[in-house]
């Protein structure tokens, strides 16, 4: 099973302010165990929301906000993409993570879907080209 590890943004990271040297360490060794242990396979840092954009959608119609956003609870500060057995083995690998922010913070896990999950929604057709993008997908390097 595939999951996405959500490291929650704070005002902190909003504000642009960067992890210290004894943090980058911390969690560079954590993601050496990832790796190692055949976890991860794939994680990066966000910049702060007021560096981005969202797009809301409407029908037809298209609107583009720029940042920042208000909601820093709702916001995301960096990601990882984790294979785990089961939920339970992602939630213990997150309680074994440094904490990725200077005070209190969060981490939300949450499972990817696979072809499956989709039942007879997701046709032969629908399959093949599933499969054709994923493969070109794999091809492009990611960091």
Not at 77 to 102: D, L
Request: charged letters at 30%; proline letters at 6%; a negative charge.
């Amino acid at each position: 099973m595939k999951f996405m590890i959500l490291v929650k943004a704070t005002a902190d990271s909003e504000a642009g302010t960067m992890p210290s040297t004894e943090l980058l360490e911390q969690m560079g060794k954590f993601n050496e165990e990832l790796v190692k242990a055949g976890v991860m396979l794939a994680g990066e840092g966000l910049h702060p929301s007021s560096k981005g954009a969202r797009v809301r959608f409407d029908g037809a119609a298209r609107t583009v906000i720029d940042g920042p956003f208000a909601e820093t609870k709702e916001l995301v500060a960096g990601f990882w993409i984790w294979q785990c057995a089961s939920m339970e083995e992602a939630v213990s690998w997150v309680k074994r993570c440094p904490n990725p922010m200077p005070g209190p913070s969060e981490i939300e896990i949450r499972r990817l879907f696979t072809a499956e999950d989709f039942g007879d929604a997701l046709t032969p057709e629908l399959r093949d080209q599933e499969v054709r993008l994923r493969a070109e997908t794999t091809k492009r390097e990611l960091f």
